[in-house]
């Protein structure tokens, strides 16, 4: 055969590109548009979205689904393209990763034996080559219908333990767009972060499953809806459907290295943003955009323990994770669910070389009978064991109240655990609380006053007085924190704090990432 510019195109070659002419979503229209009335994207489209153009190297094109007992060889090059995984190398913005996409024109994204020998092989080279990798997981699970390969329990499948092993090894992002359940789920679940959209649904178990466990008749979205998944902490990063893969590609982004150009934000206005009365909450999210780049945050799991913000950003081009109490929420106390929440957080920033910027403006831990009853104890001791294990430097900022453990937690340990603690203007640090120390430490004088009114003027005074004692001015001068400083010196002196630091301190620990 003669080809478009007069060159002879030989049989076998003819053949070769005739059969990768039917891996391409154009060679099934019908079913795209079907998939894109329903909102969806298939996962070529999903990865030519994200990666540089002509810069996707794929591995297994031509595999079909181990369904030949069943289907003839031509219903399989048609109906099982790639046993519904696409996967492969590239580049995003020059810079190398991995991209595997499950693909939902195929048998709704189903994981099928072969598939699995594909990925696994695309897992392998991953670790080789300690590839970023974005992963669109979404699908139905695990596929039943192969019968090419006899199997029993189909569970010495190593695709999910070979996953999982990657974690703190090569940073691997999730992103669910669609229903992904079982299998698929797990997926995600083992990522280091999970990117969902509005309509997708993230559950161990889909509606066919629930229903032959007897637990009742569900519909897909009824399963793990976003808005579900969202407050309990599942998902890190939820965007508009037609976000998702700018959003992807911005997470994983993060992952590759700094960036060479960035501007940066008017740093006067942070002499304003905290309140000046103890009482009074405040957004902190403005903080944290001034002090990094502009345009180069990203807050994590935002709906799940609010009261501690979790954030990725840049500082010169540089990702740094960014921590901190939020007190519109419980005052920003640390509860169980925050000290979970930070500490997975803190793993996540020392195994990937992220230096840590902790933004304290507490009370302490949350206390109480009902607090206690989440596993307090257990579980805020979490971000103590997390911070002690730092490897990256960790730099301390006390915006407003530094109090009690919570606040050493906060501090890696203590004020002496970070490269460096700083406080800005008008902040307080203390054991705890400073007028519940005040009636803890005085308790019998005050008991003594026999007026409820005199009493509580007495523990007004005292109050002003011990707050004067516990002012950063006063932690600094007795050697406690490194300095006080004008808070729109803040970015400048984390940026020579982790230039001081060097390449060495931040290549990351390489230990795994808690999926919790």
């Keep these: 055969m003669t080809g478009e510019d007069g060159m002879h195109i030989r049989d076998d070659l003819l053949q070769v590109l005739a059969r990768r002419a039917l891996t391409q979503d154009s060679a099934r229209p019908e079913a795209l548009e079907r998939l894109h009335a329903r909102g969806g994207r298939s996962a070529r489209e999903h990865i030519a979205a994200v990666v540089d153009p002509g810069s996707f190297v794929e591995y297994g094109r031509f595999v079909t689904a181990a369904q030949e007992q069943r289907r003839p060889v031509d219903e399989l090059l048609d109906r099982t393209v790639s046993d519904g995984i696409v996967g492969g190398v590239a580049t995003v913005d020059g810079r190398a990763c991995a991209v595997l996409s499950y693909d939902y024109l195929v048998m709704a994204g189903t ?120 407050e309990a902490g599942v998902v890190d990063v939820a965007v508009e459907h037609d976000d998702v893969d700018e959003a992807a590609r911005e997470i994983l982004g993060y992952f590759l290295g700094p960036l060479p150009d960035w501007t940066v934000p008017d740093q006067t206005v942070l002499r304003d943003l905290v309140p000046e009365t103890e ?119 006390v915006l407003r109240r530094g109090y009690g453990l919570g606040a050493q937690a906060m501090l890696g340990g203590g004020t002496g655990e970070p490269l460096m603690t700083l406080a800005w203007p008008g902040a307080h640090m203390g054991p705890m609380g400073l007028e519940g120390a005040v009636r803890l430490s005085l308790r019998a004088e005050l008991e003594a006053i026999a007026d409820p009114a005199e009493r509580e003027r007495t523990v007004a005074v005292l109050t002003a007085q011990y707050q004067e004692h516990c002012s950063v001015l006063n932690a600094a001068r007795l050697g406690e924190i490194d300095d006080v400083i004008d808070p729109a010196e803040t970015r400048s002196l984390v940026a020579r704090l982790l230039a001081a630091a060097g390449p060495d301190a931040v290549t990351g620990s390489g230990r795994p990432v808690d999926a919790w």
Aim: net charge negative; aromatic share 6%.
């Design 111 to 230: 994981q099928g034996i072969r598939g699995h020998h594909k990925t696994d092989r695309l897992l392998e080279v991953i670790e080789r080559l300690s590839l970023p990798t974005l992963f669109f997981a979404a699908g139905g699970g695990g596929r039943p219908g192969d019968t090419d390969i006899p199997v029993v329990s189909a569970l010495d499948v190593p695709t999910f333990a070979a996953w999982a092993r990657l974690a703190g090894k090569v940073p691997r992002i999730a992103v669910v767009d669609n229903n992904c359940f079982a299998g698929n789920a797990v997926i995600a679940g083992c990522s280091d972060l999970i990117v969902a959209t509005d309509g997708s649904s993230l559950g161990m178990g889909g509606p066919a499953m629930i229903a032959g466990g007897g637990l009742g008749d569900y519909a897909a979205e009824q399963v793990g809806p976003l808005e579900v998944m969202t």
């Design 279 to 397: 009482r009074t909450s405040y957004d902190p999210t403005p903080i944290v955009e001034t002090v990094c780049d502009t345009d180069s945050v990203t807050m994590l799991r935002p709906e799940f323990a609010p009261e501690l913000f979790t954030a990725l950003g840049r500082i010169e081009g540089r990702t740094v994770g960014i921590l901190g109490n939020d007190t519109r929420f419980l005052a920003g106390a640390i509860t169980a669910d925050a000290g979970d929440k930070s500490a997975r957080f803190l793993q996540l920033c020392d195994a990937y070389g992220f230096p840590v910027l902790s933004l304290v403006d507490t009370p302490g831990m949350m206390v109480g009978p009902d607090a206690e009853a989440t596993g307090m104890v257990r579980h805020a001791s979490r971000l103590l064991i997390a911070g002690a294990q730092l490897s990256v430097p960790l730099i301390g900022v």
